[in-house]
């Protein structure tokens, strides 16, 4: 059997053909300029999908079904897309339109949920009954799976870990509030700490990396610690507490059996992963000898939202 | 079809047979002082149950299987009680043990997660798909339930939410870390944070309800609040912005139907719930115009975790 899967960006369509041993077959991408109108969206998720089916070599009524997965605020049981501020669309009825396009019965879900599923089914929690998957980036996403499900609250946006309150009045968060973990650990964060660190450290090696501050990114702190930057250790150190501290709180109340970390910064592998995993097991919630959910790096990259979505009702 | 749900505490151990329609048609009571051996604690959880069968003049035999409630770290899947500090017993085949003495199946779970499905089944969550109990007592309780069944994570502990971490190096907790929610949000905080505003305010009439500090009950702000208490309602106002502070993470990640608001401070009622659901609100991560949790007030006290565990396996 195969299935069609899409992961909807703000800046570009993408389309697999997967098959049942979780295989990508064929690809498919359109670019995707946000502003377009919600017609437009549909028809180039459609030229997508057909571009991956041509490629893959197969018809589209091959595959099972089209499982669809958007940035924004999903509603999986109508099918709707009700609001997603990357897409500029709202409201817009994709399962309808996409079914009437591909003649393929259609399931949607949040992006971030899909990748979350990706990983379950195919990557570094494959198999997990329970997991959640961090995407440590811009912001830092969410993606809760249970019974190999995903799990969207009422409402299609559970998993907003980054806007737990970790810091109650502290950095500003783009959400609005303050002291959100995101203004913590997400890789803007960790930008703007290397920043003020580097400001304050006019001799730190991080300036050979990053020229100027506007150079910063999210490698520049881990390869001057790599170097022997005293002032960039600080500022990994400093971030992988922050990054264990919202993380334990999660860990506590949801006790998943995998949590996958993506993500730029996960990028970093073993000097992030092994730190963070002591650090969180010296702080999470513990009685008598019991398992503990494991740390991962998230392994499918890109492909997580592509077999997520193909993975919908598999 | 009758069932028997027993809940065990620290001391007493309560049984009841619910019919299927939730109601309790006889009830069992059995003192229990931790520190007597597993083997009493087996025989007295019988004797409970023999009392509720013989108080609704049934027999054992005519309940579909026995669900028991316990304190502490519960492994549903092999039914062993593997740690309970409160009961003073750990690795017991609790299971296998009961079995054996009612001849009926057993199944297991934490007790606050079966006051956690009371509520679903019976309660103030009544029908909802998803649902979190939280329990404001001694520590901060949670219970979570989705698609009608307690959800335990990996290991069994899933729901601590009380030592989410909201203040980092705040206030002591029982769990040995700083700044955990409990340490705010509880009964316990909030006398804490009772008695330090009457230390400042020799004046304040909560003097008047609590002529001591040692007699400073939760009710004691609520009380002279009501009676005009400037001090006082400052207490409630900064107590219920903990509470609001904590509750909005959580629903943030699991955006549950139904949040049920329980335990001890909670019998403070519309005072206390009105202004929480204000402030959630005002705080929780909204896009578009979605449906939002509901917050209650729990409903069936004590015989949640009865009616919770006899619905464990229904």
Redesign the interface.
Known sequence: MLYLGIDCGGSNIAAAIVDESMNIVGRGKVKFAPGRSAECFCDDIAAAARMAADDAGVQLSDCAYCGLGCP??VNSGSGML??S?NLGI?NLSLGAEMERRLGLSIYIANDANCAALGEVKAGAAKGA??ALVVTLGTGIG?G?V??GRI???????????G??????GGEECS?G?RGCWEAYASATALKRQTRRAMEAAPDSLMWKYAPSLDKVSGKTPFVAQRAGDATAALVVDSYINYLA?GL???I??????VVCIGGGVSNEGDPLLLPLRERVES?R?V???????RIELATLWGDAGLIGAAMLDA
């Open positions: 924004g605020v009700e609001y501020a709202e009954d329970s969410g809760i249970i019974g799990y969207a609250g009422v409402n299609g946006i559970a998993g907003e870990i806007h737990m309150v970790i810091f109650p959400c509030r501290l334990v709180n999660v506590n109340i949801l006790q998943p059996e702080m919630f009685r008598g000898n019991l398992r503990h959910p």
